[in-house]
């Protein structure tokens, strides 16, 4: 947390150097341990793909939150104690999943909100599949405080049914980048595209199967 607030700082005041270190960072970043957002869907999918699953304790929530148990990450084929060996007070959170399990987490995950992104750990191989909310270090270096960029947006995004839509703005609570807005005029929900990381979790909250994800 340290760092992410000296680099808000270098940001401010010395806007050069913050450029230099942002662009060293995310280049480093794109080359080791990058992500891409993903809807539910495709997480399934990949799922099905994979030899192995373990689920084990948030290592971003410990670092900025203190939550040593919240166990939102997915270790896709990996040994999850090699995995993890700067992190010992982890190895107490592993637990082996089946394909089934792990979908149906994944399921709760999404009602919750919450937003399924996928980690490479060396690019181009993908290890993880992790659920973000707001005390993800992802969420906190890119959406909230734009300081680099270290994950990619969906290859989906979402949009809303204006006849369907009744204003309720549930979806609009639910979603984290804060890219469903409401117009007073029409009392109906819309998507701005520029915020829309085609996550997809705004659907559980709509009633009325208003909103969809559409490729890019």
């Known amino acids: 947390m340290a760092n992410i607030e000296r680099l808000e700082?270098?940001?401010r005041k010395v806007p050069f150097v913050y450029r230099c270190v942002s662009k060293i960072v995310s280049?480093?970043?794109k080359k080791n341990h990058f992500g891409q957002v993903i809807p539910l869907e495709d997480a399934l999918k990949i799922v099905d793909m994979v030899s192995s699953i373990t689920r084990i304790a948030c290592v971003c929530r410990n670092v900025t939150a203190g939550?040593?148990?919240a166990r939102y990450c997915l270790l896709l084929g990996l040994d999850p104690s090699g995995s993890i060996?700067?992190?010992p007070e982890l190895e107490a959170s592993l637990e082996t999943l089946s394909q089934q399990q792990a979908k149906e987490l994944l399921k709760e995950f999404d009602r919750n909100g919450l937003v399924h992104s996928?980690?490479?750990f060396k690019t181009p191989f993908i290890g993880a599949i992790c659920n973000c909310d707001h005390d993800c270090l992802a969420y906190k270096l890119q959406v909230s405080s734009q300081l680099m960029s270290i994950m990619f947006k969906a290859e989906y995004e979402a949009t809303i049914d204006l006849l369907s839509c009744v204003g309720c703005r549930n979806c609009q609570k639910q979603?984290?980048?804060g890219a469903i807005e409401y117009s007073i005029a029409?009392?109906?929900?819309y998507v701005n595209p520029l915020k829309c990381y085609g996550c997809g979790v705004?659907?559980?909250m709509c009633k009325k199967d208003a909103i969809t994800l559409l490729e890019k």
């Open 118 to 120: 996928i980690w490479t």
């Open 202 to 204: 705004c659907r559980n």
């Open 67 to 69: 939550k040593n148990d």
């Open 175 to 177: 979603c984290q980048f």
């Open 9 to 11: 700082w270098s940001r």
């Open 85 to 87: 060996k700067d992190w």
């Open 186 to 189: 029409n009392k109906k929900c």
């Open 27 to 29: 280049t480093s970043m």
